[in-house]
């Protein structure tokens, strides 16, 4: 039953989003009116929710008869799991996929009014996109397939027909071990879901501008708001990913350069880039071509994200071909960036002239600077995540890139990133003035180098370290100083909280990205002094015995054992005290569990966070009489997290407290669209 | 007054500057001993058995163990290049997460250095081409799209 109302509800979202694909085509030429478009984007939502809601339905009430249930879900998963499994294995998440892309569509389509042939044009991209994601929940990916024969436990063989004669296994093979582990696991996929499936409401936009050879910013105007959320949904998904890393994995870090990590990153760097050229051009009407290319290489990016996490093609290029997901949707990604860039070079020259760029020296050029380093970012990382990919397809040598080449390269672009920020803000539009530019930066040049000396007298002695925190001291002393030169002539008016209330509230986009960069100046120097100054130590401990570790002192107080239905936990009781091993700051209990469906075990980590450091601790084995611990002390990791939240919060107040630009979405004249677009 | 508050900014400012470069000077920095140098290849070095970690990173006694003999090699006197021959003899190329700047490896270091120089040339010659043009003319978008596309 949950299978037919399953696939049936798949089959009217995509019949919706053909239908709303042809549709918008139409109303968008005029020859419709834009009433017709509500019938298909009804259904596209409808088919969508029912879908998600009767997957979720088959796995909370244990249906075994359908196979991805049998598969991922078990008896004895607790409930949170159960309902986290709706989408955290691969069909699953392509179905909240289109769910998102669904709650999208239905957001554009409310803006759309009579007449507004850009909105149902975008309508239409987002119904062929749509048409992609049910057609493969429909096809190769379908989730509400039906067992047919039942093993003892899950399913040995299926069915795609939903009315095929159903079996139910006795008991399901359960969740993924790292699911299981953490709920943070079932939380940080969605976020980076919303961010990917967000970027596709600009691409729809730039696309329907092209097709029409609609002049000037109106589509850029359109898309800020959904860029923005898609942005923020980003970045919070990558920071609530490291998290994850850091706090459950054990292997005491937070970024890996793995190439799924990498599928998240680059649709940000490159989103990132479109937030600030999209500054430009509507300010200043420059770079339009290149807004469209950027819109359109985020998009690609999240379809290869997909590609590399979704395909199985990262064990090795050989996998991948097992499952005829991968191979379908790198066909979807040959056709949008083929379709896309001929689309673009057939229109650039219509929607495209830019005035000229007065000075390299000016608020232009730095946003210049940005793109190209951004874009140089993700080009590296882009080409480190594929080479072996393409080295193993072509030659079948396999090769790695990994941390080291991905350190090595980025760092410099990472410090001329910094240098940028610090510098965009104080450089004025059209040409900036050198006495200006320094007016405005010797105050905080002189904070940097104090701060570089400080640096240098509490002990640090690694360069790059030193050089992040002269630079970021830079970045955060430029923007204070620029808020409080606009916050003093109100002064004596309404005091200093009012006054910066005001100008955070009267100019939120501006602002909202100056807090974002002050929140990545204070993750560069978390990274800096995690990566640089970490230490890491094996202990062997017997019961009782208390050593010393970098600066701390851990003592084993014994082992211990947890066992429930849906997993056993080995531990270890130890108690972390002062480097003089008597005063105790708190007990810690990393562990290991084991999981019924799994030979291996997934160590939790416990970590003890403090001011100055974190004291990260994690089992790596032994026996009843000695335990083997891997314990690393990472200097100002809270850093970390409190500059990522710092930034995202940036992102939210730049959306949450602008006002909605006002939107003309009839035609405008082109002549007036050119004129300041 | 004013003046001499802001010489003595200044002041404060050369003096960091000073500490800072004569605190970060080579002479300064620790030696690099042979426990410097073994993390530094372990880290270079993938986890053969491991889910693509590297030695110094990932979390299992396989590592470990390689781990301590990458060490006990640097120690008997080996070389950095005797250590990754040891390893890439013995476990294919792919233990190496640094591929070396040869071959196709040349290309995928230099890349990025590649793409820098286009990015800055495609400025750089947006700009000649404009002030050429003067500030009547506007420049010729397909060229504009053209030019940037390859960036992208």
């Known amino acids: ?677 | 007054m004013a003046e001499l508050r802001r010489w003595a900014g200044w002041a404060v400012a050369a003096i960091a500057a000073v500490v800072m470069v004569v605190g970060l000077l080579p002479t300064n920095q620790p030696p690099v001993d042979d426990a410097a140098r073994a993390t530094a290849l372990a880290s270079n070095l993938r986890c053969p058995f491991c889910q693509g970690e590297s030695i110094a990173e990932a979390p299992s006694q396989v590592a470990r163990d390689l781990e301590a003999f990458i060490v006990e090699k640097v120690g008997e006197g080996w070389t950095d290049d005797e250590i990754y021959a040891f390893f890439e003899a013995r476990y294919g190329e792919r233990v190496r997460l640094d591929p070396p700047l040869a071959g196709w490896g040349a290309a995928l270091w230099l890349s990025p250095l590649a793409l820098l120089g286009v990015g800055i040339a495609a400025i750089v010659s947006r700009r000649r081409d404009r002030a050429a043009a003067g500030a009547a003319q506007p420049a010729a978008p397909s060229q504009v799209g053209a030019s940037k596309v390859e960036v992208s």
């Open chain 1, 1 to 677: 039953m949950n299978a037919l109302t399953g696939y049936l509800a798949v089959l009217a979202a995509l019949g919706g989003s053909a239908a709303l694909g042809w549709t918008g085509f139409q109303v968008s030429r005029g020859r419709k009116p834009s009433s017709a478009l509500r019938t298909p984007v009804l259904l596209v939502v409808l088919g969508a929710v029912v879908a998600m809601l009767a997957l979720e339905t088959a796995i909370l009430s244990h249906d075994f008869t359908v196979a991805y249930v049998a598969r991922n879900t078990a008896t004895t998963t607790p409930f949170v799991f159960l309902l986290a499994s709706g989408w955290a294995a691969l069909e699953g998440s392509i179905v909240l996929w289109g769910l998102v892309l669904a709650a999208f569509t239905y957001a554009v389509a409310r803006t759309v009014t009579p007449g507004d042939g850009l909105g149902a044009g975008a309508l239409s991209v987002m119904g062929l996109v749509g048409v992609f994601w049910f057609g493969l929940m429909a096809t190769v990916a379908n989730p509400f397939e039906v067992c047919t024969a039942a093993g003892t436990v899950g399913c040995n063989a299926t069915s795609w027909w939903p009315l095929a004669a159903a079996v139910a296994p006795l008991e399901g093979v359960g969740p993924n071990p790292l699911l299981q582990n953490h709920i943070l696991m079932a939380v940080h996929p969605p976020m980076l879901y919303i961010g990917y499936v967000g970027l596709t409401v600009p691409y729809a936009f730039a696309m329907s501008a092209l097709a029409r050879g609609e002049r000037g910013k109106v589509w850029l105007d359109r898309t800020h708001r959904w860029s923005l959320v898609a942005w923020c949904f980003l970045t919070f998904g990558i920071l609530l990913g490291a998290w994850w890393s850091y706090e459950v994995l054990g292997w005491g870090g937070y970024w890996a350069w793995d190439p799924v990590e990498n599928a998240a990153f680059l649709p940000w760097l490159v989103a990132t880039a479109f937030l600030h050229s999209a500054v430009v051009q509507r300010r200043r009407g420059m770079l339009q071509a290149w807004n469209f290319a950027l819109v359109i290489s985020a998009f690609a990016l999240t379809i290869l994200g997909t590609f590399l996490t979704r395909s199985g093609v990262i064990l090795s290029v050989h996998s991948f071909t097992q499952s005829a997901v991968g191979p379908t949707i790198l066909g979807f990604l040959g056709v949008v960036v083929v379709a896309s860039f001929v689309l673009f070079a057939l229109r650039v020259h219509l929607v495209a002239s830019s005035p000229r760029l007065e000075s390299l020296a000016s608020r232009e050029g730095v946003f210049l600077l940005n793109n190209l380093l951004l874009t140089l970012f993700a080009f590296t990382v882009l080409v480190g995540t594929m080479y072996p990919l393409l080295i193993e397809t072509f030659s079948g040598r396999q090769v790695s890139v990994g941390r080291p080449f991905f350190d090595r390269v980025t760092l410099p672009v990472a410090f001329a990133l910094l240098l940028a920020l610090g510098v965009g803000p104080v450089a004025p539009y059209r040409v900036a003035k050198p006495a200006v530019v320094w007016r405005r930066i010797r105050t905080p040049v002189r904070i940097s180098l104090v701060a570089g000396a400080a640096t240098v007298l509490v002990g640090v002695r690694s360069v790059p370290t030193v050089v992040v925190v002269v630079l970021a001291a830079f970045v955060i002393g430029v923007i204070v100083r620029h808020l409080w030169s606009q916050i003093t002539p109100l002064r004596p008016e309404m005091g200093i909280g009012r006054a910066a209330a005001r100008l955070f509230r009267r100019d939120a986009g501006y602002w909202g990205g100056q807090v974002a960069h002050v929140g990545l100046a204070l993750v560069a120097v978390a990274i800096a002094t995690s990566t640089a100054l970490a230490v890491r130590t094996e202990v062997r401990l017997t019961p009782g015995e208390a050593v010393p570790v970098e600066g701390y002192c851990l003592r084993y107080e014994g082992p211990f054992t947890e066992s429930t239905a849906q997993r056993s936990v080995e531990g270890a009781r130890l108690v972390l005290l002062r480097d003089d091993c008597a005063t105790e700051i708190r007990s810690m209990a990393p562990r290991l569990n084991r999981y019924p469906n799994s030979a291996q075990a997934v160590a939790t980590p416990d970590v003890r966070t403090g001011l100055v450091d974190d004291v990260y601790v994690s089992l790596a084995g032994g026996s009843a009489d000695e335990i083997v611990l891997d314990v690393f002390v990472f200097p100002l990791m809270w850093l970390l997290w409190a500059g990522g939240l710092v930034t995202v919060a940036g992102g939210v107040w730049s959306f949450v407290a602008r006002k909605p630009p006002r939107e003309r979405p009839t035609a405008r004249p082109p002549a007036e669209a050119t004129a300041h677009g």
